[in-house]
């Protein structure tokens, strides 16, 4: 999912569409010329003078067909351009220049075979070949990762927004770049950036490998190993980033979740879109940042809550509190995993079965679309097999919301395999949740802490969480975390990842080119998936304050309530 360029990836001579002619136009405003021109980018290869066409034209099948031609031939162009070039990009010279080319790599656009592939519903993506080889085909097997030559087939990505429209974009094309490009150079996740152009980048094709199937991430022991590797991305790229979130007040490095400010940007750049005539917007746009408030208060609550009690144990010198009943276990359970999942780690954000790919040769025995089965006959997937991509929306982010947002990707791609959006058939079941949840913490504790199941949940528990986790061993954090009112904590963060894609279908209905039916997608989610995870959120939690036998007057100052008590029940 993509839209388009940040004027931050513009050169300072302005930008030429290949695909629409090769008309030149400013595309942002002087004062910012001359600063973005001299912007380094360390991939250092960029086209500034490409931009290429996205619009599927007025809706016609000849039209459309028309257009994706004159598209795959710019891309052959640009594709020409990328393999002529023969020093690694680093030493490319300035920005803007254009790259040397190697007199023996003579080619045309007759030498590269342009396939478009099916994919993600805001990017256009394309696999270009050099056919003709010479340099570029005898160093196909380099792993020089700056290196021009070292590949005979590159991913072409066209972001997806208007041309005109790139201030209503829902991606900073430049931070994405930058962390693609840090991700695959600091750890090798990703594809990293070979190159970038006007609308787009180029990155490695990797031969041999396909995006897992919607029906796949239903199947147990495949949806295992996602876990494992959303555990291992949570750590990894936490320590590679290099764009950390600082809190300034704090005199370490605190990552701070960026969720809040990107939705309530994305909140006013919807009204701008509502009122477009191309979104024909259905959706009451107020009424979706009244559910942003709401998320925001509920969500705020458990900072607020984790203070208090930390104040009240230092105050009253108590290390653990042993809960006395069940109902009372039940309530330290969810406080305690609202604490765990309200961490913050460098998130994906867009993990789905498109976005990770796997061995081709792998492919399961079965396509059912049950949430717990393992009937996967001679399947080697694992988490080691595994790559993530795609980090468009990628950022700092509480550790629920990214799982929960898997969740959610469900029965979202299942639109393609079934033709229809049911979240009461798609998403996973219970005890699905709960063994994702069981891998994803095994793996992070592994990873984190390089320690056993049997070692002190003091050393297992995650720096940030406070108070820790009183138990005796991983085991038992485990435990507290899969019970049902730790599954119910995680769960909590599926209304807020729906209002997410909500919000930014609203955007594109308005902003891309790309031709999909965005408005109907938003209405979608918001009537049979929004609406259904937060009756679903607020009936667990009635549950859970009934069974704790909690009235606003008796209910113990340990336990938490959004909206001080009861209201979080009764809001619409």
């Known amino acids: ?164 429209k790139k201030a209503m974009s829902v991606c900073e094309r430049t931070t994405e770049n930058q962390i693609c490009y840090d991700l695959f150079a600091k750890a090798d996740i990703g594809a990293g950036v070979l190159a970038t152009f006007a609308n787009g980048r180029i990155e490695r094709f990797f031969t041999g490998s396909r995006a897992l199937e919607p029906t796949e991430m239903l199947v147990g022991e495949i949806s295992v190993q996602i876990a494992k590797k959303q555990a291992e991305f949570h750590q990894v790229a936490f320590d590679v980033s290099s764009r950390p979130a600082k809190n300034e007040a704090s005199t370490k490095t605190t990552p701070k979740s960026e969720i809040w400010s990107k939705l309530h940007d994305w909140v006013e750049k919807a009204r701008h879109a509502a009122a477009s005539p191309k979104a024909q917007n259905r959706l009451d746009v107020e009424e979706l940042s009244a559910e942003l408030a709401f998320w925001e208060t509920w969500f705020a609550k458990i900072d607020e809550e984790n203070n208090d009690a930390a104040s009240e144990q230092e105050k009253e010198k108590i290390t653990t509190i042993t809960p006395r009943t069940s109902s009372e276990k039940r309530l330290s359970d969810y406080n305690t995993a609202r604490r765990f999942w309200s961490e913050v780690v460098f998130c994906h954000q867009d993990l789905l079965g498109g976005n990770v790919l796997v061995d081709e040769q792998n492919k399961t025995a079965s396509t059912t679309t049950s949430a717990d089965t393992t009937n996967t006959k001679e399947m080697k997937i694992n988490k080691n097999s595994m790559r993530l991509i795609d980090f468009e929306y990628a950022c700092w982010n509480h550790r629920g919301h990214d799982i929960a947002n898997h969740f959610n990707a469900i029965p979202e791609s299942m639109l393609i395999v079934a033709n229809k959006f049911d979240p009461d058939e798609f998403f996973p079941s219970r005890e699905h949740v709960k063994k994702y949840v069981a891998s994803y913490l095994q793996e992070l504790f592994k990873i984190k802490h390089g320690i056993s199941k049997d070692e002190t949940a003091e050393q297992a528990a995650v720096e940030n969480a406070q108070p820790q986790m009183d138990s005796s061993s991983t085991s038992a954090v485990v435990e507290v975390l899969t019970s049902d009112s730790g599954l119910d904590a995680l769960l909590e963060y599926c209304p807020l990842a729906e209002l997410y894609w909500i919000l930014w279908a609203v955007i594109l209905s308005a902003t891309s080119d790309v031709g999909f039916d965005y408005q109907n997608y938003a209405e979608m989610r918001w009537n049979a998936g929004y609406k259904k995870y937060k009756k679903e959120v607020l009936a667990r939690r009635e549950n859970l304050l009934e069974a704790a036998g909690s009235s606003n007057s008796k209910r113990p100052k340990s336990t938490f309530c959004a909206f001080g008590g009861g209201s979080c029940a009764r809001a619409k």
């Open 1 to 164: 999912m993509a839209a388009s360029a940040d004027v931050g990836e513009q050169d300072g001579q302005g930008t030429a569409s290949v695909a629409d002619g090769g008309g030149t136009e400013n595309l942002q405003p002087a004062a910012l010329q001359d600063q973005t021109a001299t912007t380094p980018r360390p991939w250092g290869l960029h086209f500034p003078d490409i931009w290429i066409n996205i619009s599927r034209g007025d809706g016609s099948a000849e039209v459309a067909e028309k257009l994706q031609e004159e598209r795959k031939d710019a891309v052959a162009e640009l594709a020409v351009r990328y393999f002529a070039c023969t020093t690694a990009s680093s030493s490319a010279g300035p920005q803007h220049e254009e790259p040397p080319v190697d007199e023996e790599v003579r080619l045309s656009t007759e030498d590269i075979l342009v396939d478009p592939l099916e994919g993600g519903i805001s990017n256009l993506l394309y696999k270009a070949t050099n056919n003709k080889g010479g340099a570029a085909g005898k160093n196909a097997e380099s792993s020089h990762a700056n290196s021009c030559t070292a590949h005979t087939a590159v991913l072409i990505r066209l972001f997806g927004d208007s041309k005109t």
